[in-house]
């Protein structure tokens, strides 16, 4: 199979420019030949502009810029060339083409990434950061994925793995060449050192709370009878006139998801159809379609209408959400003169009283109590400002290997504890060993590598 893989490392599509990357031995022989200059000889890392033509036919396809890194000095560590073209698709597909019948072949998902991790340019948590850093969606986490990517992530665990390498050398040695137990010294010490290494490596999987919410956000769905307002409280939330508003009871039938964000938290938002007993066909559909979006949601925002007074069919749709994790925004409080609003309030929560504190009074006219809405969905995710943490860990394997390797060293200490042999209380520590190793990619496995780059793009 050839080793020299290309993609296209921009997003397919016309565009300005269009970049191919060319990777492996013959990256750069076959850049010649596309150039038409077997005597090319750039010096490394600087940019010419040359004539791209087709080595069969000879026809000029693009002028275009080509960038040579020689390896090692390179993102993949093998020798890389950049070809700016402009950016259309059919020359761009027809530049792959050509690369490919020079001896190229497509790169895969990742495959860019995991070569620059086999040739030590960068570890696993490094290389995940990248793809983490392309997918974000807010700047907070595109924030978090660069501390990750310039190793934040590996230099925290280098030193857990470093004092559990410690310990566990130290109970190898008593194991061979001590008689009896270890002294109640040492014993201690190593205690001491697992208990703290248990701790912090408890400490770092605890920030995932947050650093997931910032990666991925939370789903919040808008629920309520017709009218009630929910497209225009959609509209007011995302400042953008997204979704029909009418007075006409029924005018939202399909879901409408848009993204914005709150703070730091991307936010996807969707918009329903009014939840009513209904013979329309379509609305119908969109009332089940309403239902199901509710049960998927983070969090259910449940809209009453404050001009007027609370239906069945609202405590009906209060009923059904009791097991989700909900709020109550009391829309059109505009209507109102504005002395009457706390009475309103008071009238409305009478009925409600048990749920009070859920309840946000808004105007998704004029837009006031809209920021308490924010902060009510928020809330119950992230008590505290999550802008100001420190770095956080966000991926799900990440946090998966960390709990683990957690409970398998508090395993051992209990085993310790319990005055068992040195040989079971080994296990677990090299299993956790194993684990934070998993986490920067020394101790990963083949398939596990694969699957993980699979969800990568290509081109990257
Ligand atoms: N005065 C006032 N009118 C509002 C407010 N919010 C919505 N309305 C009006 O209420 C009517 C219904 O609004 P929509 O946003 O379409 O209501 P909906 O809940 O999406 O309705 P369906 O899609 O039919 O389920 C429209 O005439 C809006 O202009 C508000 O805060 N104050
Ligand atoms: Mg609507």
Redo the contacts with the bound molecule.
Sequence with gaps: MPNTIVALATPTGRSGIGVIRLSGDNAFGISQKLISDNGFAPSPRTTHLKQLSDPKTGDVIDEALITYFKTPHSFTGEDVVEISCHGSPVLLRQVIDNCLSLGARMAEAGEFSLRALANGRMDLAEAEAIRDLIDAQTVASARQAVRQMRGELSHQLQPLKDELLNVIVVLESALEFVEDDLPAMQLENVRKSLTEIAADTAKLADTFKAGHLIREGLRVALI????????????ALLGSDR??????????RDQIHERFTIGDIPISLI?T??LRETTDTVESIGVARSKATMADADIVVV?LDA?EEIESEDHEILDSVQDLNFIIAL?????QPSSDVDKLIAGKHAKLGHLRPRITP?????GEGIDDLCNAIIRPFAPQDISSAGFLVSDARHHDLLQRAKSDIEQSVEQLDQKLSEEIVLIGLHNALRYLGQITGETTTEDMLTRIFSTFCIGK
């Design positions: 309520g009878r017709p009218n009630v307002g929910k497209s225009s409280l959609f509209n979704a029909i508003v009418t007075e006409i009871a029924g005018t939202t918009d159809a009014g809209l001009s829309n059109k409080i505009d209507k808004l105007s998704a006219k004029t």
